[in-house]
């Protein structure tokens, strides 16, 4: 009776034992095939995007920039939701995306499937807030992730080239990021000298009339939508003069590339009751990170000497 129950016993053991090495064989082969995968379909996607959107007409430019801007938040988005944050319709929509060799919404998303399935790049998401602020939460950290993903990018270098390089720099920014602006020049001005920061309402660009020559000077200006009416009007202004422009803005701006030199995008729209400046915040803070890195020493001596002047004046 013994020697039978250890039979069996073994038995089971053996046909276990080979029920794992099928198991793990066949693990192994479903991962190789879920793995071959088109090479960089989606890559090639965004790339035809990019290329071919200062063609585009101006609402279909709209949805490009929006896809552009929102990589990693696109799986959440539907073609209705796209429509409403890039204010247009949802007609216009489809067109971009069947232009660009994409059969609507659903197709769009199975080419992101794919690609996080092969770069395992899903992000996990955390269960410690309300379901309430939580689509806030990733919309506010996918702007921040969208600004740093410009940073290894050409306009970014060009920024903070222009920045760095120009005799004097002019810092501006309307109606409800003034605010933002003159605290952009304050900080600029501790990176670098020669940075003022311009109000066209106030002095009608007389720090203009004795600027140095107008193609050593630099204008970095800040917007966001609903975009103040001088904006454009004063980028191309300064681009007539042969100043450079470094503009900061969010995912609307439709004309920021015909205006400007260098543009940082910032998605602002994150489901709060006023578009969010935070990634306006970060983008401006890494350009102006950029150029104290851009001259190291005369940024740490400039700081030296600022904290040496606030001392005296007890300020802190």
């Given at each position: 009776?013994?020697?039978?129950?250890l039979?069996?016993?073994?038995?089971?053991?053996?046909?276990?034992?080979?029920?794992?090495?099928?198991?793990s064989?066949?693990?192994?082969e479903?991962?190789?095939?879920?793995a071959?995968y088109?090479?960089?379909?989606?890559?090639?996607?965004t790339?035809?995007?990019?290329?071919?959107i200062?063609?585009?007409p101006?609402q279909?430019?709209?949805v490009?920039?929006?896809?552009?801007?929102?990589?990693?938040?696109?799986?959440?988005?539907?073609?209705k939701?796209i429509?409403?944050k890039?204010r247009?319709?949802?007609?216009?929509?489809?067109?971009?995306l069947?232009r660009?060799?994409?059969?609507?919404?659903?197709e769009?998303?199975?080419?992101?499937?794919q690609?996080?399935?092969?770069?395992?790049?899903?992000?996990?998401?955390?269960?410690?807030?309300?379901?309430?602020?939580r689509?806030?939460?990733?919309?506010e950290?996918?702007?921040?992730?969208?600004v740093?993903?410009?940073?290894?990018?050409q306009?970014f270098?060009?920024?903070?080239?222009?920045?760095?390089?120009?005799e004097?720099?002019?810092?501006?920014?309307?109606?409800?990021?003034r605010g933002l602006?003159?605290?952009?020049a304050?900080?600029l001005?501790?990176?670098?000298?020669?940075?003022?920061?311009?109000?066209?309402?106030d002095?009608?660009?007389?720090?203009?009339l004795?600027s140095?020559?107008?193609?050593?000077?630099?204008?970095?200006?800040?917007?966001?939508?609903?975009?103040?009416?001088?904006a454009?009007?004063?980028?191309?202004l300064?681009?007539?003069?042969?100043?450079?422009?470094?503009?900061?803005?969010d995912?609307?701006?439709?004309?920021?590339?015909?205006?400007?030199?260098?543009t940082?995008?910032?998605?602002?729209?994150?489901?709060?009751?006023?578009?969010?400046?935070?990634g306006?915040n970060?983008?401006l803070?890494?350009?102006?990170?950029?150029?104290?890195?851009?001259?190291?020493?005369?940024?740490?001596?400039?700081?030296?000497?600022?904290?040496?002047?606030?001392?005296?004046?007890?300020?802190?």
């Amino acid at each position: 009776m013994r020697d039978e129950l250890l039979r069996k016993k073994s038995a089971s053991i053996m046909t276990f034992k080979s029920n794992v090495i099928f198991l793990s064989e066949m693990e192994a082969e479903m991962a190789s095939g879920f793995a071959s995968y088109p090479d960089a379909t989606f890559e090639r996607l965004t790339a035809t995007i990019r290329s071919e959107i200062p063609n585009l007409p101006k609402q279909e430019a709209k949805v490009a920039q929006f896809l552009l801007l929102n990589l990693g938040s696109l799986s959440f988005e539907t073609g209705k939701s796209i429509a409403q944050k890039a204010r247009v319709s949802e007609v216009t929509v489809g067109r971009v995306l069947r232009r660009f060799g994409c059969d609507g919404m659903k197709e769009l998303k199975e080419l992101l499937r794919q690609r996080y399935s092969v770069s395992g790049t899903v992000a996990n998401k955390k269960d410690d807030i309300s379901a309430r602020w939580r689509s806030t939460l990733n919309a506010e950290l996918d702007a921040i992730r969208t600004v740093f993903a410009q940073l290894d990018g050409q306009l970014f270098e060009e920024a903070t080239r222009r920045l760095s390089s120009a005799e004097e720099v002019f810092v501006t920014g309307f109606q409800t990021v003034r605010g933002l602006a003159e605290d952009a020049a304050r900080r600029l001005s501790l990176a670098r000298s020669h940075v003022r920061y311009l109000s066209p309402h106030d002095g009608m660009l007389a720090e203009w009339l004795s600027s140095p020559a107008p193609e050593n000077s630099c204008l970095l200006m800040v917007d966001v939508v609903p975009y103040a009416g001088e904006a454009q009007s004063l980028a191309q202004l300064a681009r007539q003069q042969n100043r450079s422009v470094v503009l900061v803005t969010d995912e609307y701006c439709h004309w920021a590339n015909e205006v400007a030199h260098a543009t940082l995008f910032a998605p602002s729209s994150t489901g709060l009751f006023l578009e969010s400046t935070l990634g306006l915040n970060v983008a401006l803070a890494l350009l102006i990170d950029g150029v104290a890195r851009a001259s190291p020493d005369d940024a740490q001596a400039r700081l030296r000497e600022w904290k040496g002047l606030t001392r005296q004046l007890k300020l802190f």
